[in-house]
């Protein structure tokens, strides 16, 4: 007689493995796995470029500020920060920029951390044709939330930091000046006197990021901004 622990199990009491026909299963149980398996590793690797590619604009963005804060109330001042975020923002994969607001961040809200006026916004989104448009855009009429609009045509135009066709290099911001509606000779730079305190500068960026999946959408509007005080003149 063989000892009950050495007989083969019956298939009501099997202890271990799979019943017999019972084989195809593994399919069925990969096949309802795989696509939640499959999201998880669109979202993190979408989630890891869209990451990436934020942070390279933020640092960009920063760069933009300081550049244009450091040339206080120069005539070519945005010219400088238009040129500085093109430089640091054309290498960024998946990321297209469509346009910067320059503003005056200081006396909107009673703080200095703010975006642009709601009004300076709606200008810019208005900006259809934002990556051939030259033209002048932003808004002077709100005082103390005056702002500077510009596309990536006009970016794009500012490469290596000669002044574009829109900056005209004088002593004055004519009308059909890009900057024209917050010009950099007025911004208060100044300690003491009618030129102080020093004016609040913000730099504002629209831009698209472009999905590598296309798996949930297929572009995404990404913005940021940054403020920093417009730097003192020396002996103010």
Known sequence: MVPSSLARPGARDRPWGRFRGDSGAIVVEFALVAPVLV????????GGVWFFASNRMAAGLSLAGRSDSNQGNARMADNAALASLYASSAGIVNLQVKYVIIYNAGNQTGTNAVPPSNTCIAKAHLITAWDTDKSVH??????????NIFTWAQISATVGGNASPGFTGTATCAVSDWDSN??????????T??????????????????????????????????IFRVEPAQGS
Not at 138 to 147: F, I, N, R, V
Not at 201 to 218: A, H, M, P, Q
């Open 39 to 46: 999201a998880l590793l669109l979202v993190g690797y979408e």
């Open 138 to 147: 932003g808004d002077k009429a709100t005082p103390g939330a005056e702002c």
């Open 182 to 191: 917050w010009c950099p000779l007025g911004r208060k730079n100044g300690l």
């Open 193 to 226: 006197g009618a030129t102080s305190p020093p004016d609040v500068l913000g730099v504002w960026v629209e831009s698209d990021y472009r999905s590598s999946t296309g798996w949930w959408f297929n572009t995404k509007p990404v913005t940021d901004f940054a």
